[in-house]
């Protein structure tokens, strides 16, 4: 195994991913895929960062957030595509859908059930354990499936198990519009632990350290050490699903005027509370106010931008444009075939 990066392969499946899901959602606000669209944005890092280290026979179970890894794993982005049109030649007939992707020859399977990709790749562990293989399985989740029974119940059989198995659970904390520590108990590192888990946290905007991270659970599970719970942190871009009205809001400058407009008034006026304590109550809710806007918005990173000020500018410039080529040459085709058929 390497023991430095390829920063290019890396920069180049992230825009890859990229560029095929700003294609889906294209078609997506077109009208010509139904139903709610979760992406990956945010998440590439995280992605390319763990699947760069996947062999051959290695399987895979992912959530909805399902085309980042289905693209960085190599299933061809046109059939992906045409799943999503409902093409009776897609990846799955036209059946599926994004939350429901499935590839037997990569070895990829995604679920709309969440917490599911737990359990599943405990399945396929267990099946190279028992063959004696040097396989290793992954499951992707978000935060908010760690509250899930079925994943508890993973955690623990591929502890006592020592099943090669690495656990991605991808940290935006949010569960739509749930904040995570509003629900979590123990916290994500202490309850893996507490169940007898490596568990490792790691910023998984930044694909480099993600690779690091991920290298040694996969180097770990080859060798018969059992499973690793890795935390990488990423921002959700789009909100829960394309469209999120929520996050809209939050990048709408008027709602921070019509929040800030009533304090403002509230010192103004002449009744209530020395106007000392009413200061204070209004600098207090300001302070509320900002806090969830950084947290909902500025702190966020993009993977890609990150990666990239890595790379020296007419490299990045090279990879980024292969991928557009590849990635428009394989929307255009399926596509196209769609509208005729
Ligand atoms: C078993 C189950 N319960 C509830 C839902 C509805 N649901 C869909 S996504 C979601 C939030 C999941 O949050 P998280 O795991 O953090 O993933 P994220 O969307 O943040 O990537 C919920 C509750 C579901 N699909 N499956
Ligand atoms: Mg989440």
């Known amino acids: 195994m390497a023991d430095q990066p390829d920063l290019e392969q890396l920069y180049l499946q992230m825009c890859r991913v990229r560029l095929a899901e700003e294609a889906i959602a294209g078609l997506w606000r077109d009208g010509r895929i139904s139903g709610e669209m979760h992406l990956g944005a945010g998440e590439e890092g995280a992605v390319v960062g763990v699947l760069a280290h996947l062999e051959p026979g290695d399987r895979l179970s992912v959530d909805y957030r399902s085309t980042p890894p289905f ?7 046109d059939a992906i595509v045409r799943e999503l049109l409902g093409d009776p030649d897609g990846l799955d007939g036209g059946s599926a ?6 590839s037997r020859e990569h070895l990829v399977a995604s679920t709309g059930i969440v917490g599911a990709p737990a359990p599943v790749a ?8 028992q063959e004696h293989r040097r396989r290793v399985a992954f499951a992707f989740f978000g935060d908010g499936a760690v509250n899930e029974g079925m994943v508890m119940e993973s ?24 904040r995570s520590r509003d629900v979590l108990g ?16 790691v910023d998984g905007r930044d694909a ?28 959700r871009l789009e909100g829960h699903f394309l469209g999120d009205p929520l996050v809209r809001v939050a990048n709408d400058a008027r709602v921070l005027r019509s929040e800030t407009a ?3 008034e509230a010192v103004r006026h002449p009744d209530g509370a020395a106007l000392a304590s009413r200061l204070r109550a209004v600098l207090g809710v300001g302070r509320t106010i900002a806090a969830a806007r950084l947290d909902g918005l500025h702190r966020r990173r993009d993977p890609l931008d990150l990666l990239r000020s890595r790379l ?19 929307v255009a085709a399926a596509t196209e075939e769609a509208t005729r058929a």
């Open 208 to 235: 480099v350290a993600v690779w690091r991270a991920a290298g040694r659970a996969v180097r770990r599970a080859r060798r018969g050490g059992g499973p690793t719970f890795l935390i990488a942190r990423v921002d």
């Open 97 to 102: 859908g994004h939350m429901h992707l499935l």
């Open 71 to 77: 693209v960085a794993r190599g299933v061809p982005v």
């Open 262 to 264: 009533p304090l403002l």
């Open 122 to 129: 405990c399945g396929f562990a267990l099946s190279a354990q």
């Open 186 to 201: 123990g916290g994500l590192v202490r309850r893996a632990r507490g169940l007898g888990l490596r568990a490792v946290r």
């Open 155 to 178: 955690l623990n059989l591929a502890a006592v198990w020592r099943l090669p198995v690495v656990f991605v659970c991808k940290d935006n904390r949010w569960a739509v519009t749930t």
């Open 312 to 330: 020296p500018a007419d490299v990045a410039a090279a990879v980024e444009q292969s991928a557009r080529d590849e990635i428009r040459a394989a």
